[in-house]
């Protein structure tokens, strides 16, 4: 069964930091993009940034040169996983973060990690 666990998140001042981490178990994701996702309070869910098998990523505007995503592939008995380092946070970072990867079609999402920056 395909399980993604985030974690990392918490409460920060603007400028600070925080690193996210995404688990990901239950079959191979070492030929699947993964993605980070984030939803503020009476938002819609956006884009943050993705990563391809191959390592190519893709940013949302609004993190681009703040946010940087990478994985680890799986291997000696450890999940694959991705992160997101969040640089220069801001007020408006402010959101659940979810990790994401598509598999033939289908989305498996994380139960999302809050992230909160105070000004």
């Known amino acids: 069964q395909v399980q993604l666990v985030e974690s990392g998140g918490g409460l920060v001042q603007a400028g600070g930091s925080l690193r996210l981490s995404c688990a990901a178990s239950?079959?191979?994701?070492?030929?699947?993009?993964m993605g980070w996702y984030r939803q503020a309070p009476g938002k819609e869910r956006e884009l943050v940034a993705t990563i391809t098998a191959g390592g190519s990523t893709n940013y949302a505007d609004s993190v681009k040169g703040r946010f940087t995503i990478s994985r680890v592939n799986a291997k000696d008995n450890r999940n694959d996983t991705a992160y997101l380092q969040m640089n220069t946070l801001k007020p408006e970072d402010t959101a659940v973060y979810y990790c994401?990867?598509?598999?033939?079609?289908?989305?498996?999402w994380g139960q999302g990690t809050q992230v909160t920056v105070s000004s």
């Open positions: 994401k990867v598509t598999i033939w079609g289908y989305d498996y």
């Open positions: 239950g079959r191979t994701f070492s030929h699947y993009t």
